[in-house]
Antibody, heavy 121, light 109 residues
Framework: EVQLVESGGGLVQPGGSLRVSCAAS????????MNWVRQAPGKGLEWVSY????????DYADSVKGRFTISRDNAKNSLYLQMNSLRDEDTAVYYC??????????????WGQGTLVTVSS | SYVLTQPPSVSVAPGKTARITCGGN??????VHWYQQKPGQAPVLVIY???DRPSGLPERFSGSNSGNTATLTISRVEAGDEADYYC????????????FGGGTKLTVL
C-alpha cells in the first residue's frame, strides 16, 4: 500500500524558515517524481514544486521560486521542502504527492494527508 | 502561464447527472486530470488522461475533453459524491509545472 506521511509543519514567524518532510513507503520511491502541493485555508490547490526521480529536474511555482528548495533522499525514501523567507501568504496545508509520469505528463496519483504550516507573528 | 477556469459551484439532485467543466485555451490538446477532495481529507485522483479511471473507482465517474473545455461527468449522483473537484494539467511547454483549476463545490441537494 502506497503511503505518504508529511511532518514538520508548525507555527513560524514571517521571515522565518521551516523544513517539511514526506516519508514514503509501499512503492519504489526512486522510480517516481514527487511534488509538493499546498492549500491555503478555505482556498484551492496550488502546485508548489516538482522533483524528478533522480533529482535532475526541479521546478517551482513563481510564488515560491528563490525562497523554497525541494530535495529528496532516495536512500531514505524521503522528500523535503526547505522554506525560507516565509510570508503570511505561505500559510497552508502542504501535501506531498507522488508523480506518475506518462508520456511526459505528470499525474498526482497518491497524496499524503498534509502538514499545516502557519506563518504568523 | 496556463489558466484553468472552473465554476465555483454545481448543484444536483440525487440520482441525476452532474457535469463539472474546466475551461482553458485549447485544453483539448492537453491531458486533463480530476481530483475529488472531501472536507478535511487529502485530494484523490478520480480521472486521468481526460477519461481514464483509477482501478476501483465507480464507472459513474467519466471525463471528456475537446476544444476549450474538459468535463467531469458524475452519473447517478449519490450523497457521498458531495465534495470539491479540481481539474489539473501538466504544463511542460517551458518548464515542468502543475496547474490546477480553482475548484468546484458539488452540492447534492
Amino acid at each position: 500500500e502506497v503511503q505518504l506521511v508529511e511532518s514538520g509543519g508548525g507555527l513560524v514567524q514571517p521571515g522565518g524558515s521551516l523544513r517539511v518532510s514526506c516519508a514514503a513507503s509501499g512503492f519504489t520511491f526512486s522510480s517516481y517524481s514527487m511534488n509538493w502541493v499546498r492549500q491555503a485555508p478555505g482556498k484551492g490547490l496550488e502546485w508548489v514544486s516538482y522533483i524528478s526521480s533522480s533529482s535532475s529536474t526541479i521546478d517551482y511555482a513563481d510564488s515560491v521560486k528563490g525562497r523554497f528548495t525541494i530535495s529528496r533522499d532516495n536512500a531514505k525514501n524521503s522528500l523535503y521542502l526547505q522554506m525560507n523567507s516565509l510570508r503570511d501568504e505561505d500559510t497552508a496545508v502542504y501535501y506531498c504527492a507522488r508523480g506518475l509520469t506518462i508520456y511526459g505528463v505528470v499525474i498526482f496519483d497518491y497524496w499524503g494527508q498534509g502538514t499545516l504550516v502557519t506563518v504568523s507573528s | 502561464s496556463y489558466v484553468l477556469t472552473q465554476p465555483p459551484s454545481v448543484s444536483v439532485a440525487p440520482g441525476k447527472t452532474a457535469r463539472i467543466t474546466c475551461g482553458g485555451n485549447n485544453i483539448g490538446s492537453k491531458s486533463v486530470h480530476w481530483y475529488q477532495q472531501k472536507p478535511g481529507q487529502a485530494p484523490v485522483l478520480v480521472i486521468y488522461y481526460d477519461s481514464d479511471r483509477p482501478s476501483g473507482l465507480p464507472e459513474r465517474f467519466s471525463g471528456s475533453n475537446s476544444g476549450n473545455t474538459a468535463t467531469l461527468t458524475i452519473s447517478r449522483v449519490e450523497a457521498g459524491d458531495e465534495a470539491d473537484y479540481y481539474c489539473q494539467v501538466w504544463d511542460s511547454s517551458s518548464d515542468h509545472r502543475g496547474v490546477f483549476g480553482g475548484g468546484t463545490k458539488l452540492t447534492v441537494l
